[in-house]
């Protein structure tokens, strides 16, 4: 398999360093002796002028933005034939390589590949008017689509080589930003030559009033659509400081715990991770163990800094805290989903938990996994009147209760999380406390 | 030989409300003092004049190089590059295309006999002539221009633009950012 992959990469290399090279120098050694001729000279010369108008006139897109030089392009191709084509890709070349210091050898590859897209577009476009059943407009939009395809094609192989992914994978990835506005503007080209074909060039006025519009109106959406996203990145950021101040302010009231619930996140995330749960619900777990203790500032300080045994009645009172955390969370009318995770992270799978009882599946996923997290964390975290136990005795103690207290499944992901830790970070981790905030921090982001 | 476009240049400039605040600095103004010699040169041996443009165009394209931090410079070079071409595959003259000369209201016979020292008329034998001087500009002062010429234009308007303090990337305009360059 790893034979083969390499075999591909060195095929991948030689056709784009080597193939796209030769490409571009013989389709820019064919159409030299187009543009000869006296008749050609004045259309590139409108073409230059076209060429620096498109190479500074980005339309935007949501992430990405792009010239309309393959607009420009294409409209030449319609017109007039390939060399058209070729000399705005290559007077767009002249000017973006004098403009913007790239590397040589890669701008002669992405020449090649565009002069290679240009080439098999002018070769369909004759091929199609020769057969001649189709409107030109329905030709057009066959190349349209042509045009964005092979484009779309040879740029992924290029990209999939240097960055060395599948070939396939990457022309999807860098398909998705942009392929809408490309083939808008494309369409637009093409029925804009269709114009200036039976009107002449005065059809550029509406072509280029409509450009103007469309692109006055992306650039707008598009701003919105950036501050919405910063907006939305400013709220996810306040409420991850908002829970994780909380989660401090937790612990801080119970002295045996520092830094508990962070930790329970973290390991909770780790498993969540493990078992291939989405970024969103991966999120959940975390914030879930963070809060998941919630309960706890309505317990009485007397209760839960008690050194020695408690009583019955005082066990009773502590186990309430999963219920008044539900409470409060429910009441605050945010973070819905990380009710389960407060409610029932003390249930076990064979239904001796608390407060509900609830066995098995019943228990939701993301208190199970919480369960473990908890439970490991309460075993190796130091206390005042103890020392943790040590990492190996505690996965022990989980493999243990695997079936009983904890999700089987979910034990069995956890031991193999922890095992694959080397363990000074672990040890890191577990000494880690709440007032050591930042390097914790980091060690999440 | 650019009067209008940096006239204009200028005008525009000052609609935008820039002014004239220190001229910029190049560097190896040196380069250019070689190539205007190197121009008397060619009007002195007008026989092997071709030779001294040649090298001429060489030092200037030199100049720039060696001062293309800024992007207006690197417009230039784009331009003078184009028409280098021209000039070095056609025996150091740039050909001009007869049909649009004679539009123009000079003499023409200087350049048909040989004697003009930067021009050379177009005929079938002329290296790539879609890089010569083919094209009729009516105005503001009526001359036939070459590809190359239209990016030293704008090269022009956009050295005139950061003369007066007014600068305007290209850069940042193909970027989608605001196209007022940093100062």
Known sequence: ?445 | MLLDVICFSFLVALIRGGRIKEFPKFQKIYLLVITIGLQVCAVFFPLIGGIFISIAYLFILAFLVFNREFEDIRIFMVGWFLNSLAIWTNGGKMPIDPVQARKLPYNFEEVVNGTNFKHSVLTESTNLPFLTDVIYMPSIIPRVISIGDIFIMLGAFLLVQRLMNKPISLIRLREGKSYAAKK
């Open chain 1, 1 to 445: 398999m790893r034979q083969k992959n390499k075999i591909g990469f060195y095929i991948k290399g030689i056709i784009v360093q080597i193939g796209f090279v030769v490409a571009a120098i013989s389709i820019f050694y064919s159409s030299l002796s187009q543009w000869e001729p006296r008749e050609h000279w004045g259309v590139l010369f409108i073409y230059t002028l076209l060429t620096i108008f498109s190479c500074f006139t980005p339309v935007r897109n949501a992430n990405t933005i792009m010239t309309v030089n393959n607009a420009v392009i294409f409209s030449g191709i319609l017109l007039y034939g390939v060399w058209v084509g070729v000399w705005t890709a290559v007077i767009e070349a002249i000017i973006i390589a004098t403009l913007v210091r790239i590397n040589p050898l890669k701008a002669l590859m992405n020449i090649g590949q565009l002069l290679m897209t240009i080439w098999t577009v002018a070769y369909l476009n004759t091929l199609l008017k020769s057969v001649d059943f189709l409107s030109p407009l329905i030709s057009d939009l066959i190349l349209t689509v042509v045009y964005w395809f092979v484009n779309l094609v040879l740029v992924g192989l290029a990209i999939s080589y240097f960055q060395n992914k599948g070939w396939v994978r990457t022309v999807i990835a860098i398909s998705k930003g942009f392929t809408s506005t490309y083939l808008l503007l494309l369409i637009l080209a093409g029925v804009g030559s269709r114009l200036v074909e039976y009107y002449g060039v005065i059809a550029l006025v509406p072509m280029v009033i409509a450009f103007l519009t469309i692109s006055f109106v992306f650039h707008h959406y598009y701003d919105n659509v950036v501050k919405l996203q910063q907006k939305v990145e400013e709220v996810k950021r306040f409420n991850h400081n908002f829970l994780t101040t909380m989660a401090a302010s937790i612990d801080a009231r119970d002295r045996y715990t520092s830094g508990h619930s962070l930790r329970v996140a973290y390991w909770g995330r780790e498993i969540a991770k493990q078992i291939g749960l989405s970024s969103e619900k991966v999120d959940e777990v975390y914030f879930g163990g963070i809060l998941h203790d919630i309960g706890k500032i309505g317990i009485e300080d007397e209760i839960l800094n008690k050194k020695g045994r408690l009583t019955p009645e005082e066990y009773d009172k502590i186990k309430q805290h999963t219920v008044i955390g539900y409470e409060i969370i429910k009441q605050a009318g945010m973070f819905h989903e990380l009710l389960p995770a407060i409610r029932s992270h003390h249930e076990r799978v064979d239904g001796k938990g608390y407060p509900d009882g609830l066995v098995g599946n019943e228990i939701p996923l993301i208190a199970r996994i919480l369960a473990v997290s908890d439970a490991f964390d309460a075993m190796v975290a130091d206390r005042p009147y103890r020392k943790g136990l040590p990492i190996d005795q505690a996965l022990q103690e989980i493999r243990r209760g695997a079936g009983t207290q904890f999700d089987e499944e979910l034990a069995s992901h956890f031991i193999v999380v922890i095992n694959s830790l080397p363990r000074e970070e672990l040890e890191k981790i577990i000494r880690q406390n709440g007032q050591e905030h930042k390097p914790f921090q980091d060690a999440f982001h």
